[in-house]
């Protein structure tokens, strides 16, 4: 069992920077691919990000290459998401996930395990 916890969102100008934090209890953390996501009223969740349990390997929508940038600490139990040259359409609500079945990075919320509460993040223009 992993209980995740979002934090760092808020409301911030486009072209502004926002860095994401996800706090992970348990002991098995460090095991698990972890992904962001997010939600935008009326649309579907959708991927942001992703990363393997090393941290070895990324992964990236095309919507925020270049300006999203993936992290973890396996010994904070902890996983960032550092979000740079904001833009409005980038306001939704982000999400973290665990996958603890797989050792690729999904891209489906459907193959994620363990969500957090999520975190509103409102870009202005």
């Known amino acids: 069992q992993v209980q995740l916890v979002e934090s760092g969102g808020g409301l911030v100008q486009a072209g502004g920077s926002l860095r994401l934090s996800c706090a992970a209890s348990g002991r098995t953390f460090s095991s698990y691919t972890m992904g962001w996501f997010r939600q935008a009223p009326g649309k579907e969740r959708e991927i942001v990000a992703g990363i393997t349990s090393s941290g070895g390997m990324a992964y990236y929508a095309a919507s925020v290459k270049g300006r999203f940038t993936i992290s973890r600490d396996n010994a904070k139990n902890t996983v960032y998401l550092q979000m740079n040259s904001l833009k409005p359409e980038d306001t939704a609500v982000y999400y973290c996930?665990?996958?603890?079945?797989?050792?690729?990075?999904?891209?489906?919320?459907?193959?994620?395990?363990?969500w957090g509460q999520g975190t509103q993040v409102t870009v202005s223009s």
């Open positions: 996930a665990a996958d603890g079945r797989r050792i690729r990075i999904e891209t489906v919320p459907s193959r994620y395990d363990y």
